[in-house]
């Protein structure tokens, strides 16, 4: 496709850059190092594959056949498999969710357009600690720690 001279590889490269840049810094925080988890957007998985071991998760159906890494649903994964899973679209109940999937210090990362507070409330809510906030635009990219009480 093109709009205005530019590729439709192009525009997705300017949307998504900022957000890979931000997740990076906030797993380089957390110092995970090993496979991390991507749920629901087969863009950034693709993106973040090239530095690190990645399994997409919960892709729709179209963007799973076309994805070249691992994919697996949610239900899939081992619990604590994953030293970080990165997460779009995050709910109070997603994240409770996701938190199963990384050992006790493991990082969560929830890639959000929203408000930073309302981002900030649903990864306290789910029992995460360490919290860090990073932006870009209206982009808001914020990460905590899984803890087992």
Same mark, same amino acid.
């Given at each position: 496709?093109?709009?205005?001279?530019? =590729?439709?590889?192009?525009?997705?490269?300017?949307?998504?850059?900022?957000?890979?840049?931000?997740?990076?810094?906030?797993?380089?925080?957390?110092?995970?190092?090993?496979?991390?988890?991507?749920?629901? =957007?087969?863009?950034?998985?693709?993106?973040?594959?090239?530095?690190?071991?990645?399994?997409?998760?919960?892709?729709?159906?179209?963007?799973?056949?076309?994805?070249?890494?691992?994919?697996?649903?949610?239900?899939?994964?081992?619990?604590? =498999?994953?030293?970080?899973?990165?997460?779009?679209?995050?709910?109070?109940?997603?994240?409770?969710?996701?938190?199963?999937?990384?050992?006790?210090?493991?990082?969560?990362?929830?890639?959000?357009?929203?408000?930073?507070v309302e981002a900030s409330r649903r990864v306290l809510c789910a029992g995460l600690r360490a919290l860090e906030q990073r932006k870009s635009g209206r982009l808001v990219v914020t990460s905590g720690r899984?803890?087992?009480?």
């Open positions: 496709m093109e709009l205005i001279g530019y =590729s439709a590889a192009m525009l997705d490269g300017l949307f998504i850059t900022p957000a890979v840049t931000l997740i990076d810094e906030a797993l380089a925080a957390a110092k995970a190092s090993g496979a991390i988890a991507v749920v629901g =957007s087969a863009r950034l998985a693709k993106a973040l594959a090239d530095k690190r071991e990645v399994i997409a998760v919960d892709l729709p159906p179209r963007a799973a056949k076309k994805h070249a890494g691992k994919v697996a649903t949610l239900d899939e994964l081992v619990p604590g =498999s994953v030293v970080a899973v990165v997460g779009v679209l995050a709910t109070d109940a997603k994240v409770t969710a996701w938190m199963r999937l990384v050992p006790d210090g493991g990082a969560i990362v929830t890639v959000d357009r929203n408000d930073a899984a803890t087992d009480y």
